[in-house]
């Protein structure tokens, strides 16, 4: 006997709905109207990416998540985790061609082994934002401020969610200044990512592994303890380049009129191995949550996979995540979508008749769902209103003789009568 069928899907993926699309299309329509507002242009890729494309040598735990399977012909291919490694392939691929910078948005659907905890599934729709070629900090500042955009336009405010800035390369300034060379510092980055994750003691044994002594790793935990652009300055003495450039991006911020949301946070680090030097994350407020997004500058990822140099900027917004906070503000779309009209007849005679009002007013540009078969009153009725129609129109063997229909408004359950010749309007 095979095993029955099971009719969940499977462990960390999800099925939608029809009740679960309102709110999945509220988060999808935020985020394309601010990619558009801020003008972005949509591109999109397959969900299949070749294997090779995926794996790192970083030592980032997102290559261990990777769904992999092999095809027909013994091909290594897997399903994608996050969209950068596509993106990156899809411009080397038109680097002659592409007009530089390029401001590309999408919203795509990745998958990622991972282990389930509060806002961490399977699978999960990612809005990604990237700017390519843009070496200023106009390009992180864009991208940040599409974002405060997109969090805007679903209700949400400074004292709701944070972006949480800093920068590797002003770290890597301040390793270098402990002591600590450059070969170093990725796996210091990735260790440190996996603060609040894992036990200081834990950090402190990775650290280790990596080459650092006691007292490094004793300097880098204090480094931690900045809290201020201020505190880092007197760290650093003398302003870098990277420092510069860090501050320079929290001045735009104002002129972005998004500088409320936005703060220093050294703690920021990411968990991905090709950033190069201003990272970001959002947060809620509260941090009862993970993440929102992230995101951050990569400049070396296309000739890392063998295209020719090009900077890059750009961020990576869940869906899941940011449903959680809605929910938690109690900001959630209403269950059912709002559907304008629902035509139903009650006996065969008015079928072409219902058919008729449903062509007008569909071709009138109203939305129109007919019923597919006669129905008594009290079935349709209540079909429409737990269907969120707007207004119910039921033909009867009356209203055919009159030349009239009886429009019923379910909000308030009023009903207006109206020659078929006046419908449309
Ligand atoms: P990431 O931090 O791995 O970055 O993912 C970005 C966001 O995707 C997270 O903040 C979270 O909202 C969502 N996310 C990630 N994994 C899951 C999961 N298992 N379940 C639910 N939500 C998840 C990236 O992926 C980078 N590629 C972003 C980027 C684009 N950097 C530059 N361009």
């Known amino acids: 006997m095979p ?3 099971v009719f969940t899907p499977p462990r960390g993926m999800r099925d939608f709905y029809p009740e679960d699309m309102a709110l999945r299309n509220t988060i999808f329509e935020a985020w394309i109207a601010a990619a558009r507002r801020f003008g972005f242009e949509q591109y999109d890729a397959c969900v299949v990416e070749s294997l090779d494309l995926l794996k790192r040598k970083g ?55 991972e282990r389930m905890t509060r806002g961490r599934k399977r699978e999960h729709y990612q809005w990604n934002l990237d700017i390519v070629g843009e070496p200023s900090v106009m390009a992180e500042a864009e991208v940040i401020a599409t974002a405060v955009q997109a969090l805007r336009l679903l209700g949400l405010n400074p004292d709701d969610v944070r972006v949480h800035v800093n920068s590797r390369e002003v770290l890597a ?9 450059r070969d ?3 796996a210091t980055f990735l260790a440190l990512d996996k603060r609040g994750k894992l036990p200081d003691e834990e950090i402190s044994a990775l650290l280790k592994l990596n080459g650092l002594d006691q007292t490094h790793i004793d300097s880098v935990f204090t480094l931690l303890k900045i809290k201020t ?9 003398e302003p870098t380049p990277a420092l510069e450039r860090l501050l320079a991006f929290f001045e735009l911020m104002k002129s972005y009129g998004a500088a409320d949301m936005i703060t220093f946070d050294i703690s920021v680090i990411r968990g991905l191995g090709y950033y190069t030097g201003i990272v970001f994350e959002g947060f809620d407020t509260a941090h009862s949550l993970r993440a929102i997004f992230g995101g951050g500058r990569y400049d070396n990822l296309l000739s890392d996979i063998g295209g ?55 071709e ?12 008594k009153p009290k079935n349709f009725f209540g079909r429409a209103g737990k269907g969120g129609f707007r207004r119910a129109i039921l033909i009867g063997p009356d209203d055919l003789t009159r030349g009239t229909v009886r429009i019923k408004t379910l909000a308030d359950r009023t009903e207006t009568e109206m020659s078929l010749t006046a419908l449309p309007s």
């Open 229 to 237: 652009l201020d505190e880092l300055k007197a760290t650093l003495g």
């Open 173 to 181: 300034d301040i390793l270098i200044k402990l002591g600590i060379p």
């Open 3 to 5: 095993d029955p069928i």
């Open 59 to 113: 030592g980032e735990e997102i290559v261990d998540q990777i769904y992999t399977f092999k095809d027909k012909s013994d091909r290594d291919l897997a399903l994608r985790a996050e969209m950068t490694p596509t993106l990156a392939r899809m411009i080397v691929a038109r680097q002659n061609e592409l007009a530089f910078p390029i401001k590309w948005f999408t919203v795509a659907q990745c998958f990622r082994y």
């Open 308 to 362: 020719k140099p090009a900077t890059a900027v750009g961020l990576g917004f869940g869906d899941v995540v940011i449903a959680e906070l809605l929910a938690d503000k109690g900001i959630l779309p209403p269950a059912s979508p709002q559907r304008d009209v629902a035509v139903a007849f009650m006996d065969d005679a008015q079928r072409l008749a219902a058919l008729q009002i449903t062509r007008t007013l569909r």
């Open 184 to 186: 170093h510092h990725a």
């Open 364 to 375: 009138s540009g109203v939305n129109v769902d007919i019923g597919l078969h006669p129905e």
